[in-house]
């Protein structure tokens, strides 16, 4: 039986339009083949959303998410918007969303293709064949803990105060999506955390080992955040599936990314506990490239084959996708950003005509 997903498309601003019109045209072609039947509806956020609207997440494209299976986000954000107040700015409607969706897990993968091993800074040895995700927290930890703010001291002097905590309940939510996460991959998780100096990272280390119980095909590991900020240069391959808090996440999936050397190529997911995830290119909207047919997709198709893996549970379809992106790129084929010597240059939407023409052979 045909299986149907309603997807919300939200192409946002920049080079958003072009990287998701390619990506819907990938999905068209490989729903056939899998039995799939993908509803799509688009809608506005970010600047397109000022612009019509007047703020940058509107009603009713929370309503459409809502009620779709998953999301599937470009970019938000260009200069035009820059000097708006910070509630009418397009990054407000990107946070907008995922509170409203309840999206805590994000998920960020460093995967190294074969064929660009040349863009990153490190030698080839120690990344070829490289293929992590990080599982970082996203709604708590020290950025949300209260309190927080500068405070006047008896003396006059001012202390600036964060606070890192974390309940039992949000450490015990993405644990499971890490284990979860690690089942779809390799089964090796290895957790992040400061537990030799920090209490909450005693709990989360406490809770994760717990939770592990429920995944004994699962390999657990433990590493202070220090040294696995080492290890991701030193020796990346060690890694399959990390997880950790939203502070160290946001460093360590920053750095794991730049293993590839090519923003062009970063896919990421966003999930909650259920409903609608969000998936999404880590790069912005390249204004300076928008509207010239410059843009790469693959950042924005990958995401794609994220939502069918993770959002959907259609992983077939979603290796499909990845192994098309993989052969284009064995082909010689490269947008500007991923341009090498002895390659051929094309732009988005030649690009996208290549995973066309490898899809449907
Ligand atoms: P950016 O990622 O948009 O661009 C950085 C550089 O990478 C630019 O030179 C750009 O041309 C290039 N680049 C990015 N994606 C590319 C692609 N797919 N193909 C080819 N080249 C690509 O970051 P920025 O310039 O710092 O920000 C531009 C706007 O995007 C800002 O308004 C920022 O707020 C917004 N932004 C949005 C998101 C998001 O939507 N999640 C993330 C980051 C930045």
Redesign the pocket.
């Known amino acids: 039986m045909t299986q149907q997903y309603k997807i919300a498309l939200l192409p946002?601003?920049?080079?958003g339009p072009e990287?998701l019109a390619v990506t819907v045209e990938v999905l068209n072609a490989i729903a056939p083949q899998f039995d799939l039947q993908f509803k799509f509806s688009e809608a506005l956020i970010?600047g397109a959303a000022i612009d019509e609207t007047g703020e940058p997440l509107p009603q009713e494209t929370l309503d459409a998410c809502r009620s779709s299976d998953a999301v599937l986000?470009?970019?938000?954000?260009?200069?035009k918007?820059?000097t708006l107040p910070r509630h009418q700015r397009?990054?407000t409607g990107?946070l907008g969303l995922r509170a409203g969706l309840e999206l805590f897990a994000n998920l960020r993968p460093a995967t190294i293709f074969p064929q660009l091993i040349d863009a990153s800074t490190l030698k080839r040895e120690v990344i070829e064949g490289v293929d992590i995700m990080v599982v970082r927290e996203l709604t708590g930890g020290i950025y949300f803990g209260e309190p927080k703010g500068i405070f006047e001291t008896e003396t006059g002097e001012k202390r600036g105060v964060n606070t890192m905590a974390y309940r039992e309940s949000e450490i015990d939510r993405i644990a499971k999506v890490a284990f979860e996460t690690a089942r779809k991959r390799k089964n090796k998780l290895c957790s992040v955390d400061k537990a030799n100096v920090l209490d909450v990272s005693q709990l989360w280390r406490d809770r994760v080992t717990q939770i592990a119980k429920e995944y004994a095909d699962v390999e657990l590991s433990h590493l202070y955040v220090d040294n696995a900020a080492m290890q991701l240069i030193r020796a990346p391959k060690q890694f399959d599936t990390m997880v950790t808090g939203n502070l160290f996440g946001d460093i360590l999936s920053d750095e794991a990314a730049m293993l590839t050397g090519s923003?062009?190529m970063l896919p990421s997911a966003s999930l909650g506990a259920s409903g609608a995830g969000v998936f999404?290119?880590?790069?912005?909207?390249?204004?300076?490239?928008a509207g010239q047919d410059?843009?790469?997709?693959l950042?924005?198709v990958l995401s794609a084959a994220m939502m069918l893996r993770y959002g959907l549970n259609q992983p077939q379809a979603a290796s499909k996708i990845e192994a098309a992106v993989s052969q284009v790129l064995e082909s010689g084929y490269r947008?500007?950003?991923i341009m090498s010597q002895g390659m051929q240059q094309v732009g988005c939407r030649q690009m996208g005509d290549m995973l066309l023409k490898v899809l449907e052979s």
């Open positions: 946002g601003d920049g080079i990287i970010g986000l470009a970019a938000i954000g260009g200069y918007w820059d397009p990054e990107l923003i062009g999404e290119p880590v790069h912005g909207s390249a204004p300076d490239i410059k843009a790469n997709p950042a924005q947008t500007g950003d």
